[in-house]
């Protein structure tokens, strides 16, 4: 038996504020697109923003349904939108926030695990890393890779045989 350990990195700032423009500017799309989410069933309004090589930026916003499977997520829409819409074009950085009441969550809202697999598969389409930042009111968290959302990702290499 071997004993291994999963270590990730990333930086925090306290909020948006410190971030460096470019990505506050990023953070910011993301609470404007969060503001534009259809969520009225559990009130919880979440916006993307994902930014290409370019510094074009495209929004999506959580949008929810009666029959709660069928909603979509704002990163999964901000990503499909990119994919159907951008198909040249590489993102390079991601921001994600969440507005409750209104207001920008305290702390900083992570992709759900269906998310997060959309975000390392757009990864390896690209062959490069996608920077993930993670706006909340007191703290921001920002990852140099979506893959240190979840390590132990299932990607196509687990697809071979």
Do not use: H
């Not at 929004?59 to 994919?83: D, W």
């Not at 969440?98 to 920008?104: F, I, K, W």
Request: net charge negative.
């Amino acid at each position: 038996m071997i004993e291994k350990e999963i270590k990730i990195s990333y930086t925090e700032y306290p909020g948006t504020g410190d971030l460096p423009e470019t990505e506050k500017k990023l953070a910011d799309e993301a609470v404007d697109a969060a503001s534009s989410a259809y969520a009225p069933y559990s009130g919880f309004y979440v916006g993307a923003a994902l930014m290409f090589e370019d510094g074009t930026i495209i929004r999506g916003a959580n949008v929810e349904n009666a029959a709660f499977p069928s909603g979509s997520c704002a990163e999964k829409t901000v990503i499909s939108y990119a994919v159907s819409n951008f198909p040249g074009k590489r993102a390079v950085a991601i921001a994600i926030a969440a507005l409750s009441d209104g207001v920008m969550t305290v702390e900083p809202v992570p992709p759900c695990g269906n998310c997060r697999q959309m975000l390392i598969e757009e990864e390896y389409r690209q062959g490069k890393p996608i920077r993930v930042i993670l706006a909340g009111k007191t703290n921001t968290i920002v990852l140099n890779d979506s893959r240190s959302l979840m390590p132990l990702s299932f990607t196509r290499t687990n697809l071979k045989k």
